[in-house]
DNA sequence: CAGAATCCCCTCAGATACTG
DNA sequence: CAGTATCTGAGGGGATTCTG
């Protein structure tokens, strides 16, 4: 059972600021691919250190993909969700329902932490 | 869709350190039930500290009922899994499937964070 | 464009000591 | 027994500046 180890892991990271939101916007891009800026552009206030962090530590997961066209000036790089990273939205979900069933209620949103989501 | 907004605090205080595994010391009990001590006990390495401050967390979010039984000496107080509560054990299942299915080459557990699980 | 490097603050969690 | 109070160190994340 010892499996429980890697949920542990999974849950510390996933709540890291910015992680599912990003995660979202790549499940929301064409082909589940979207490129560095354009995620940027899609989560204001979240800055260039963290969310290069962030697709980091996903790569390192295989929760996605980096693919960076190489001889383009300037660079372009893409990230692309695996079949993984994929499987993660579904729990994602997973959390959604559960929210919805039990948080309706719940507190309205801090502004800063709040975005629209395609779930 | 603003909902997304509750999903996003709910993976942000899961994945404070110690949270779901408290959870399933609970859900573990009898009848989803679990003495302060009990859980400490059970979780090796975590401090009064911590475990007073995330049953806190967990009763505000309504995962956690909190019965003292007045009157005894000493003290005995006990902390139960709500129908929201046990909802989220679910969620946690969902997880722990995902993680099976992708992650079991995964690296070792660092000892301090693993634990076992009735999942 | 897609980052890396710095600085700085703030929260989290561990250790320890104390209490009704 | 079931906590609370205090101190401390490590890491997270924001703002800003720089670069191939």
Redesign the pocket.
């Known amino acids: 059972m010892q499996s429980v180890c890697t949920v542990n892991r999974t849950v510390k990271y996933l709540g890291?600021?910015?992680m599912f939101l990003i995660i979202l916007e790549l499940y929301k891009g064409d082909g589940y691919t979207r490129?560095?800026?354009?995620v940027k552009e899609r989560l204001p206030?979240?800055?260039?250190?963290?969310l290069?962090?962030r697709?980091?530590e996903l790569e390192e997961e295989g929760l996605v993909e980096?693919h960076v066209e190489a001889g383009t000036v300037?660079?372009?790089?893409e990230y692309t969700l695996t079949a993984s990273g994929l499987g993660l939205v579904e729990v994602i979900k997973d959390i959604k329902r559960w929210a919805l069933r039990w948080k309706i209620e719940n507190r309205a949103c801090g502004a800063q932490d709040c975005h629209d989501c395609v779930l």
Do not use: D, H, N, Q
């Open positions: 890291k600021k910015w490129r560095f800026t354009e206030g979240i800055t260039a250190k963290v290069s962090a697709l980091k980096k300037p660079v372009r790089s």
